[in-house]
Antibody, heavy 119, light 105 residues
Framework: QVQLVESGGGVVQPGRSLRLSCATSGFIFSSHGMHWVRQAPGKGLEWVAIIWYDGTKKYYADSVKGRFTISRDNSKNTLYLQMSSLRAEDTAMYYC????????????WGQGTLVTVSS | DIQMTQSPSSLSASVGDRVTITCRASQGISNSLAWYQQKPGKAPKLLIYGASTLESGVPSRFSGSGSGTDYTLTISSLQPEDFATYYCQQFYSMATFGQGTKVEI
């Protein structure tokens, strides 16, 4: 069965960096685009970034452009999100999600990892 | 950017009720719309994509319809496990979510 397991969240000071990981199994990772989606406490869902199945294309929400970098290692079936210059408003649960056949909607989600940006 | 507006933001219903949630896009999205269900403390779950295609394993009491800018999620007979928050998402141009509709007792 498809599994997505995020890790790397925690408490970090404003301006610092953090790297999230999403380990996957149960499907051919190298055949799917992958996304990060976040949800601030008590708020709605916000799409963050996408990476193409082969890593050749990446797109970001304006709110994180220039600060966050999405990447993947197809040999390890793992997705990453490098977050830098973190702000209080980046505090959220971060979910990795599988892209459904290149259509930019999400057919499988991980359980999320919580990032708290606070001094 | 395409904005998605859901209504209502919350609703109260009873088991067996027919529930309708609407989602309006700021421009036409050609049926590039998905619906998700999220329960407290859990990840969202895909229910419907392409405005009306039911994801595998999703009960048939869920249905989606619409076209152009206006879309609807309908639960024909609300079950206890359906109390949750529902989100629409457009994928016509990148990805944008509606603000969510909380369905409660």
């Amino acid at each position: 069965q498809v599994q997505l397991v995020e890790s790397g969240g925690g408490v970090v000071q404003p301006g610092r960096s953090l790297r999230l990981s999403c380990a996957t199994s149960g499907f051919i990772f190298s055949s799917h685009g992958m996304h990060w989606v976040r949800q601030a406490p008590g708020k709605g869902l916000e799409w963050v970034a996408i990476i193409w199945y082969d890593g050749t294309k990446k797109y970001y929400a304006d709110s994180v452009k220039g600060r966050f970098t999405i990447s993947r290692d197809n040999s390890k079936n793992t997705l990453y999100l490098q977050m830098s210059s973190l702000r209080a408003e980046d505090t959220a649960m971060y979910y990795c999600a599988r892209d459904s056949a290149g259509d930019w909607f999400f057919d499988f989600w991980g359980q999320g990892t919580l990032v708290t940006v606070s001094s | 950017d395409i904005q998605m507006t859901q209504s209502p933001s919350s609703l109260s219903a009873s088991v067996g009720d027919r529930v309708t949630i609407t989602c309006r896009a700021s421009q036409g999205i050609s049926n590039s719309l998905a619906w998700y269900q999220q329960k407290p403390g859990k990840a969202p779950k895909l229910l419907i994509y392409g405005a009306s295609t039911l994801e595998s394993g999703v009960p048939s009491r869920f249905s989606g319809s619409g076209s152009g800018t206006d879309y609807t999620l309908t639960i024909s007979s609300l079950q206890p496990e359906d109390f949750a928050t529902y989100y629409c998402q457009q994928f016509y141009s990148m990805a944008t979510f509606g603000q969510g509709t909380k369905v409660e007792i």
